[in-house]
T-cell receptor, first 118, second 109 residues
Framework: ETGVTQTPRHLVMGMTNKKSLKCEQH?????MYWYKQSAKKPLELMFV???????ENNSVPSRFSPECPNSSHLFLHLHTLQPEDSALYLC?????????????????FGPGTRLTVL | GQNIDQPTEMTATEGAIVQINCTYQ??????LFWYQQHAGEAPTFLSY??LDGLEEKGRFSSFLSRSKGYSYLLLKELQMKDSASYLC??????????WGAGTKLIIKP
């Protein structure tokens, strides 16, 4: 049990659809992350929120739009995606993004949403 | 650029020992993490090293040499359930995690 939940677990959408991914953490953490995981590639950090403020946006296309209404919830809004956006989207949380190192910086992951764009 | 290298795939026998290596070149170093990820599941935290040496946790151990930019994960008494991908990640000077592509470990009876 990771304490981080994601819905839906699987999503198939067309290129013209709009959908949203949801993440919720029950660990009392202050930082939340969106990652993209493609086969045989390293995890790609997309967005970071620390205390509800976005602190990282790693050149992600505008068709991905994050929202963090509070420290426990994180959304990823999707619109006009491309087939190459098909991947596993993982949410993670940690105590605080800016801690000065240590095992307490450990990120805890949700099970991911397997996204297929047709 | 920043880079984490680990083997793509390894095969080992049930009951044996396997060592998964990870080498890194990053701008700064603030700790190295190992995660386990079963197919279709979340990555789960295994170990954390920030000082040189060996950290042992049950059947799993992780080693770090900062001067060599090198770590390994050692799995003993392998079980079929250890079949998974093992991800190495380094926290750089900006406290951002840099990830390797993962090592898929296949355990055979």
């Amino acid at each position: 049990e990771t304490g981080v939940t994601q819905t839906p677990r699987h999503l198939v959408m067309g290129m013209t659809n709009k959908k949203s991914l949801k993440c919720e953490q029950h660990l009392g953490h202050n930082a939340m992350y969106w990652y993209k995981q493609s086969a045989k590639k390293p995890l790609e950090l997309m967005f970071v929120y620390n205390f509800k403020e976005q602190t990282e946006n790693n050149s992600v296309p505008s068709r991905f739009s994050p929202e963090c209404p509070n420290s426990s919830h994180l959304f990823l809004h999707l619109h006009t995606l491309q087939p190459e956006d098909s991947a596993l989207y993982l949410c993670a949380s940690s105590q605080d993004e800016t801690l000065s190192g240590g095992a307490t910086d450990t990120q805890y992951f949700g099970p991911g949403t397997r996204l297929t764009v047709l | 650029g920043q880079n984490i290298d680990q083997p793509t795939e390894m095969t080992a026998t049930e009951g044996a020992i396997v060592q998964i290596n990870c080498t890194y070149q990053t701008s700064g170093f603030n700790g190295l993490f190992w995660y386990q990820q079963h197919a279709g599941e979340a990555p789960t935290f295994l170990s954390y090293n920030v000082l040189d040496g060996l950290e042992e946790k049950g059947r799993f151990s992780s080693f770090l040499s900062r001067s060599k930019g090198y770590s390994y994960l050692l799995l003993k008494e392998l079980q079929m359930k250890d079949s998974a991908s093992y991800l190495c990640a380094v926290k750089d000077s900006n406290y951002q995690l840099i990830w390797g592509a993962g090592t898929k470990l296949i355990i055979k009876p």
